[in-house]
């Protein structure tokens, strides 16, 4: 419609311009006028283009942030279970290396850690709506800015952070798995033939660093809270209140 009016005051001030029956300052005049009209439905144009591409945008930022709420609600849950995880095989593992002897680890005591023996806790990423968002160049239209550092510093700071933490953990866990295997035959069901291996000085060694859990659990620290001020955020920002 806009496009139309500039095409038809355009020519208004063509015919005016080249007009004869007028003197030149009745031509100058209803050019300005002319050209003014021109000029403000162009800007009116421009206007309603912008405000309606802004609405469409914050549409999708809206629908963007509403189902990474939901992702990060199911992560926390998990998380905060890895968390505790970590707590408890570091736990476990502080208890073997203190054991001098294999009388000195006791029965009960083993099997109570026994779990968290053989456990091993990665996290797996939920991060596909995040990467498609980012990857289709709409992270810069979260108005919010401080949302848009948090939510770009969890994805790309704390939870790579995190990863490179529990990485080399996860390494030293599957050595301590391939040691037992390749030393005891019935390790798996007997803490008779496990205790025993627990205290060799190779053993001792890999349960020395799996009880260092530490620097772990204050990873999984920030990135949790890092996801609760999002959520928080999320849901100030639209009203949510069923939380």
């Not at 995190?162 to 990485?167: F, N, P």
């Amino acid at each position: 419609m806009a496009e139309q009016e500039v095409v038809k005051h355009t020519k208004k001030v063509f015919k005016i311009w080249s007009s004869k029956e007028h003197g030149f300052w009745y031509k100058l005049r209803e050019f300005f006028i002319e050209i003014a009209i021109i000029v403000f439905a162009v800007t009116l144009s421009i206007w309603l283009h912008d405000k309606s591409e802004h609405r469409h945008q914050q549409k999708e930022v809206k629908e963007f942030l509403l189902g990474l709420r939901q992702d990060l609600l199911s992560d926390l849950s998990e998380m905060e279970n890895d968390r505790q995880s970590y707590v408890d095989q570091g736990k476990t593992f502080r208890y073997i290396t203190r054991a001098q002897t294999a009388e000195s680890i006791n029965a009960d005591s083993l099997s109570k850690y026994r779990n968290w023996l053989f456990n091993t806790t990665r996290l797996e990423q939920n991060n596909g709506r995040f990467e498609g968002f980012k990857a289709s160049g709409k992270v810069g239209t979260i108005e919010d800015k401080i949302l848009q550092n948090d939510i770009m510093d969890l994805y790309q700071e704390n939870i790579p952070s995190l990863l490179s933490a529990t990485d080399p953990y996860l390494y030293r866990k599957n050595q301590f798995f391939d040691y037992l295997i390749k030393n005891g035959r019935r390790v798996l069901d007997s803490t008779r033939s496990l205790a025993p291996i627990l205290v060799t000085a190779e053993a001792q060694n890999i349960c020395s660093y799996l009880a260092t859990s530490g620097e772990i659990i204050t990873r999984y620290d920030s990135s949790i809270n890092k996801m609760k001020a999002i959520v928080k955020r999320i849901e100030e920002e639209y009203d949510i209140s069923d939380k």
